[in-house]
Structure formats: C-alpha cells, structure tokens
C-alpha cells in the first residue's frame, strides 16, 4: 500500500479525484434512478427497461463524436455545455408522466451525457509520472467503482423512500456539481490535446479497435441485460430493497479488485494479465444465474464484481498500449458507441426477458456474452500483441508521451 501513499503526495492527485467524484455518483444514480422513476409511473417493468435503453442508447450512439470533438477542442467549453445540458434534462424527465414525453426526455438527457470518465482519464498523464500510471488508473477504477457503490444505493433509497421523485433530481445536482468543478480545474484547463501521426489511421480502420469493438457487443449487450434483469428480479420478488445491497456488494469488491490489479499488475502483460482474469471472470458470473435475490446474489455479486474491477485495470492498460497517437478520449468514445448501443438494446431485452420469461434467463444471457467476450479476445490476441509485454519505466513514460500502435 506504500505506493498508493505515494501516489496521493503527488500535486493535484486528489484534486482530480475529488473533482469528478460527485458526477460519478451521478452516473451511479441514472440507470436505477430512470428504472424506479419510470416504473413506478407507469407500472410496468418492460417500459423501464425500454427507458433505460433509449437512455443508454443516445448516450452511446455520440460517445465517440463527444471525445472526438475533446481530442480536437480541449475539455473546457463542451464540459461547460454537456453539463448543465444534462443536468437540466434530468430535472426534466423528473417531472414527465406521459409516456412518450419520458422516452423523449431520457433520450435527449443521453445525447447530453457528459463524457466525465474519458474527460478524466487522459488527465492523469499530466498528473503523475510515467511509472506511478499504473497505480493512478487503479485508484481512478476504485474512485469510479467507489460512485457505483454509492449511486445505486442512494437512487434505490430515495426512490423507495416517501420522496421517490429525488433520485434524477438528485443525479442532475451531483452532475451540476462534479462535472462544474471539473470544468474550472487547472488540469483540464490546461490539457492540450495530442497531435496526431503522420501516418495516423482512422479509427474505423484501426483493427486492434475493431477486435475490441466486437468483444464490447458481447459485454456491452450482456451487461445492458444484466442492468435490468437484477432490479427487476428484485421487484418480482417483492424485495426491491435487495438491489441497493446487491449492487453496493458489487462495486465495493470492485474497488477492492481494482486495487489489488494496481499493486500485482507489472508482474504480467497487461494483455495477459487482462485474458486470464477475463477468464476468471467468466467461471464466477456462473452463480449469479443460479441464485434468487437473498444473501446468495449479494455474494455472488460480490465475487463478480471484484474479478470484475481488476478488468478494467488491464483494459485501461491495453487500451493505451494500442491506441493510435491523438486518440486517448475518441478511441474509448467509439469503443463505447459500439458497446453502449448494444447495451441499451440488452436493457430493452433485459425487461423484456425478465417480466414475460425469466430473470434466471436474463441473467444467464450475461454469462453467455462474458464467455463470447473471453473467446473473442483469445482468437483475435495477435493483434492486441502491442500490450503482451512488460515496460520498463522509461518505455512505460515514452509510451504516454509518444503512443502509437506498436509502441507501448
């Protein structure tokens, strides 16, 4: 744990944690917050999913043109648009009754959505040295998995509470608050973005993206359904107070796994680290659809979101071994217009699937798109073969400093 101390004296670290903290929980909140917000007025479940689905759908669908347009402008003036864009769109949708009106509003508050966690992560190469990244992406995975805690738990609260209209309001708040201080701070400020290469090719046609791309329909579908199908096995069940609990069991192991991976990491490849945890992750999303909500899916959940965390401490890895040059924010933004548009059409199917068939089902569908995800990875590793090395120090600053394809 010596190295996170370290890592936490470094000028502006918590600056940029505490920064982003309050829309994070933000985005914690949304998709519950829609769910029971919808739900309850309109009293169908298959409705909500479809909500959540629009919603997820939007936010996806201009993911990439969001981070293209931060890669080419810098952060400052679309922080200060989308922010309180969207904000103001949650107070909105809070305040719909009609049917059409709230699919309406939850499709332009996607449209709208801040891209606070690709905003962030280009940031913390300006943060901290080249060799403590490692470390500052798992912290920033703990810092993320930390808001995933708190979201659900403070949207299912509210939402079951005599007050169930706070949830999006509360979410626009926290958006107006973190994504605001975020704005103003000197660290996005100052970010330049980076120039791309001579020999820079788009990003459609970059194919360690295109591999990746397929592997996130499967996630991206898998994890949509799983977002539905576990409020909603609750609410069938009559327990609805179970999802906070499952969800908070979920995101604390997260941040428990996020950091180990940051301690353990520089003892593989990233991209082997990355496929044998990927593989562990399939073996224990297994008793997740096997259980009924009680003790059993908080433990299950537990389990699967501490392989969960250390997952995306690689993907970070990856991600930037094999980026092209000039993309740190429009690579992750397109990687998650493909996965996100599937996992808005998995929230529809999620509802669909867990009010007419079964949420077992439902759940069992997660666990399908994990094991897809992994044999995808595992066919197609020659060309994710930039981040299957160890760097040393000075390669690992040099990489962030020069990052192409075949440099890590």
Known sequence: MKRYVELFRIPNVWVLVLACFPARVAYGMVGLGIFFKVQQATGSISFA??????????????A???GSIMDKYGQTWPLRVMV???????FALNAMHSKPLMLIFAFVMGLSAPPINLSVRPLWKIVVPGDFLRTAYAIDTAIMSAAGVVGPVVATTLALSSHPALPLNMCGALMLIGG???AITKISRSWIPEKKSANHVPLWKHKPLQLLMIEGCF??????????AVPAFTTIEKVPHLTAWIFTAMG???ILGGLLAGLVSKRTSSLQAMRRTYGVWFFVSIPMALTHPSWTMIVAGAALGLVGGAIQVFYWEVMEAIRPQGSPTAMMGWLWTVEGTLMSIGSTAGGIISEHRSPTLALSITTFCIGAGYLILTAGKSRLAAADRIPTPEEDLAAMEDNSPTTR
């Not at 999913?49 to 201009?62: D, E, H, K, L, V």
């Not at 309180?84 to 949650?90: I, K, L, R, S």
């Not at 996630?219 to 539905?228: S, T």
Request: no cysteine; glycine share 24%.
């Open 49 to 62: 999913g479809i909500a959540i689905g629009i919603n997820a759908a939007a936010g996806s669908f201009t």
């Open 64 to 66: 990439g043109i969001r």
């Open 84 to 90: 309180p864009g969207y904000a103001g769109m949650a």
């Open 180 to 182: 605001g201080l975020l």
């Open 219 to 228: 996630i991206g579908f898998g994890w949509g359904v799983f977002d539905v």
């Open 252 to 254: 604390v192991s997260n």
